[in-house]
């Protein structure tokens, strides 16, 4: 892998390269890439997009949470029974979540609040929890958003304008943190929650937006941020439509015979490919 890549004809990627990419954005199939596309809020239900936290479960379900409510996104619709209330799903675990974080190698999910802590196997709190923050040795309390980045598999939390390198190996926060958010450019300045989804992307929520990161740039894909509201909540037609018109495009894409090596041999190119797919 190199930081600059230039095009020459009959240029080849090294193995590595492909191996990465295809990580990132899975092995071309030749079908478009599904987006997540707008859910359809019940007509009483309030329509917002700024959550508290929002989590994945070992059972590949999303979460998310707002206030005493929760949402289950599932296959780009609003589960059955959602929103409801955190009590009903999530039995012992309290309202007003401050984060939370997925780890996808031991199918647990961690969720803060204040000084304390819960793990969780899917909606199913484990036993002995919560326990008191300083299990995490070094971590504040009062946390902002915690995540896994898709970059590099570790576990950052962030609180306020600052992040953390939780070390799983050592147990601790690594020596050198907290360090500035502006260590991660085009995030705003204030970070509500974040995850890495399902599509090993990893995104970031404030207020009302969302941010896509790129990793491979090391900067927000230039066609964020987003409205939350309407890609992950999805409360108006428009959204829906231009979710709809983004697979076509993809597909248009896609189709072209032969295109997919090519690409690889450009990768600043295929970022931008991707920018309009969620
Ligand atoms: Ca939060």
Redesign the pocket.
């Known amino acids: 892998m190199y930081p600059y890549y230039s095009y020459k004809i009959g240029w080849t990627l090294d193995p590595d390269d492909i191996a990465g990419i295809q990580k990132l954005y899975g092995i071309d199939t030749g079908k478009p890439d599904k987006p997540m596309p707008p859910v359809t809020m019940p007509p009483n239900m309030k329509c917002t997009g700024k959550f508290?936290?929002i989590i994945r479960t070992k059972d590949g379900s999303t979460y998310a949470f707002i206030g005493t409510m929760v949402y289950k996104l599932d296959g780009g619709n609003i589960a059955p029974g959602f929103p409801a209330k955190i009590r009903d799903i999530f039995p012992g675990l309290p309202n007003d979540?401050?984060?939370s974080v997925f780890l996808e190698d031991i199918g647990s999910t961690y969720i803060f609040k204040g000084d304390q802590y819960y793990r969780l196997t899917n909606t199913k709190m484990d036993t002995g929890y919560p326990r008191h923050i300083s299990v995490w040795n070094g971590l504040p309390s009062d946390?902002?958003?915690a995540f896994v980045w898709s970059g590099n598999g570790r576990v950052y939390f962030i609180k306020g304008d600052e992040y953390y390198w939780f070390n799983r190996k050592t147990g601790r926060v690594e020596d050198g943190y907290p360090r500035p958010l502006t260590v991660w450019p085009g995030l705003p300045s204030r970070i509500?929650?974040a995850m890495q989804w399902s599509n090993k992307r990893t995104y970031f929520f404030s207020e009302e937006q969302y941010f896509r990161f790129n990793d491979y740039l090391f900067t927000v894909d230039s066609s964020y941020p987003r409205s939350t509201v309407q890609y992950w909540v999805g409360c108006d037609e428009k959204a829906r439509l231009e979710a709809s018109n983004n697979v076509h495009n993809s597909s248009v894409v896609r189709a072209l015979p032969g295109l997919f090596p090519i690409l690889c041999s450009a990768v600043l190119s295929l970022n931008r490919l991707f920018n309009n797919i969620l």
Do not use: H, I
Request: no cysteine; hydrophobic share 40%; proline share 0%.
């Open positions: 508290d936290t979540l401050d984060a946390l902002d958003a509500d929650s």
